[in-house]
């Protein structure tokens, strides 16, 4: 059957799927102050970034209608679905939503929505495995089978200059005081198994902290032959640093680096690096 990959716009996909007519992005938006911009393929991040370093209050985010994932099923196919964390946006249901009014209209195709657990580079991460396994011809239940075990076991791990766009928009309940007491150093955050944020460690500089966060993944046995995914906000030179960081240290059988998107730089900012493996 033929298959569609939707992705909601914080998926910072790799050149190979952004050229993919298959895959399909449902753009979120952005709030600052009047303005309000879309995160479409149109999306400028350097004039993002001045306009939220112009602007006094962090940036509002919102998620797609129920009707624009609708829009982007493919009648009679295999429809798979990839959104933010369902703990850190309302995209997760707006797709859910879109996917029950397909059932009720429609009894000739199919659609499943993954729900992340992660953001940014863990959303490629799932991208790119469903369209390798869907690419490959594999049977819709499959697919969601080997990509829900997947996401069951996926990693995120980010390190940025800023945290105030995430703790002002009330992403960070689990962190709040620790975030509030550890201004002079830089955390070393990922998802829970839920797809909520937490402290993993920290340092003093992002350096010292990326250097952690190698040390986790090295820690980790799991990683070995897996693809890491590293996205960036306006620091490929530190994407590039730290992949070559990790080669040292690390069995990663794929290393891609990936720009983040609207969203993405909203909540990463400037110089935020988002890791998943």
Aim: charged residues 25%; contains cysteine; neutral net charge.
């Amino acid at each position: 059957m033929t298959y569609r990959l939707i992705c909601d716009s914080c998926t910072d996909l790799p050149t190979e799927l952004k050229s993919d007519p298959g895959v399909k992005k449902v753009p979120l938006t952005i709030q600052i102050g009047a303005e309000t911009v879309v995160d479409s393929e149109d999306f400028h991040q350097g004039e993002l970034l001045q306009k939220m370093r112009a602007w006094p209050d962090a940036p509002k985010t919102a998620c797609p209608s129920p009707s624009m994932y609708l829009d982007q099923f493919l009648p009679g196919g295999d429809n798979y679905v990839v959104t933010l964390s369902g703990q850190l946006s309302g995209s997760y249901n707006a797709a859910m939503q879109a996917r029950a009014i397909y059932q009720e209209e429609r009894s000739d195709g199919n659609v499943h929505v993954f729900n992340s657990r992660s953001a940014s580079s863990g959303q490629a991460q799932i991208a790119l495995l469903v369209r390798e396994l869907a690419g490959r011809g594999l049977p819709f239940a499959q697919v969601v089978e080997k990509v829900e075990t997947y996401i069951g076991r996926m990693k995120t791990l980010f390190v940025l200059e800023n945290l105030d766009n995430l703790r002002k928009n009330g992403r960070l309940t689990r962190m709040q005081s620790l975030v509030t007491g550890a201004l002079r150093v830089k955390l070393l955050c990922g998802a829970t198994p839920e797809g909520e944020i937490q402290k993993m460690g920290q340092g003093l500089s992002v350096r010292q902290t990326l250097a952690k966060m190698v040390s986790r993944m090295a820690e980790d046995a799991d990683h070995a032959d897996r693809r890491l995914v590293i996205a960036h906000c306006n620091c490929l030179e530190r994407a590039e640093a730290l992949k070559e960081m990790v080669r040292q240290r690390c069995r990663f059988g794929e290393i891609l680096i990936v720009a983040t998107g609207g969203i993405s730089t909203v909540y990463a900012n400037d110089g935020g690096i988002v890791t998943a493996y």
